[in-house]
């Protein structure tokens, strides 16, 4: 199939074309972080009208550098949800009066699916199931067993921060400006990883969730030590950092015990990490099973792995262009698989 996807949950403007779920025909996407850097963080009301403001030039944008208009497509895939309801309803307004007027199949995609499918991106590899996906965002963390594009279930999840959130509010600590993820990346490469023994939250019996905000605390609180002000700022990103990575590691191999995988996916802004992207390729050498991280450009929100999705998922999650709602909390299982 070949689809056209609108991605517009967070604050990603995005749209792109792509051929059986992974050829990538045309990939746009208009980062607003300069309208949200001076606020510390994405406003939605910005985010908003600046989806509304762009995201017609994006669709053109996406059909022009894949040199293809609207009837030569097979339909239209876009993010229904979860995300910010006012980022949400400007992508699926948009896709349903494209939908509408095309008479086009309009497929509704959930946010988190999308990652799922993001390593697949520019890559001649099939998903293997069962897959276990590690997908960490700014507003999710989460392992997740994959028995089809349209059966799976969140094994473990975060009980407070996602990862991303931590990364951001830690950034913040340390004066950087947003979002902090990368920044906390580049400024650990000079530092020293076990410098600060940061606590690392340890999995309860029967229970695989993970916990980021108290790495986070003991960040806040050992700055405001005497030893914390005189620490190197590299070093205590580097030390958080590998906090962070060695929790997400040590889940990973807890749920891979649980069931035969046959591939495991990173997935979300945060498998842009080189250090999380370094330990997550260790990991599938140390255990052997096929490890695929995205493509950077793929790792965090984009409108490609929307489509990639939504041509693995098909009939499932075909939409009525005139009834269409987004929904904020769009559930993670599919309906008829609870
Ligand atoms: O998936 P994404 O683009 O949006 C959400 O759905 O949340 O993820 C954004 C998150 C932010 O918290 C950002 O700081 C984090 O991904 N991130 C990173 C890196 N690049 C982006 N975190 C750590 N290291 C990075 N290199
Ligand atoms: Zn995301």
Redo the contacts with the bound molecule.
Sequence with gaps: MLLLGIET??D?TATAIVRDGRTVLANVSTNQDAFHAKFGGIVPEIASRQHLALLSAAVADALERAELSLPMLDGIAVTAGP?LVGSLVIGVASAKALAYASGKPLYAVN?LHG?IFAPFLGRDIEPAYPLLALL?????SQLVHVDSPTHMRIVARTRDD????A??KT?RLLDLPF????E??RLARDGDATAIAFPRHRAEKGNLDMSFSGIKTAVKYFLETDAGKAARPADVAASF?AAVVDVLVDRLDRVAQLAPYRMAVLS???A???A?AAAFAAWGERTGVPAYAPERRY???NAAMIAAAADRQGAAVLADARTLAANPNLPFVFASTV
Excluded: R, Y
Aim: proline share 6%; hydrophobic share 25%.
């Design positions: 949950s967070c990603d995300g946010h990652h960490v965002s700014g507003g999710h996602a990862a991303g959130e990364f951001d950034a979002p902090g993820g990368p906390i990346d950092q979300g802004g945060v842009a990490n080189s999380l790792c965090t929100d």
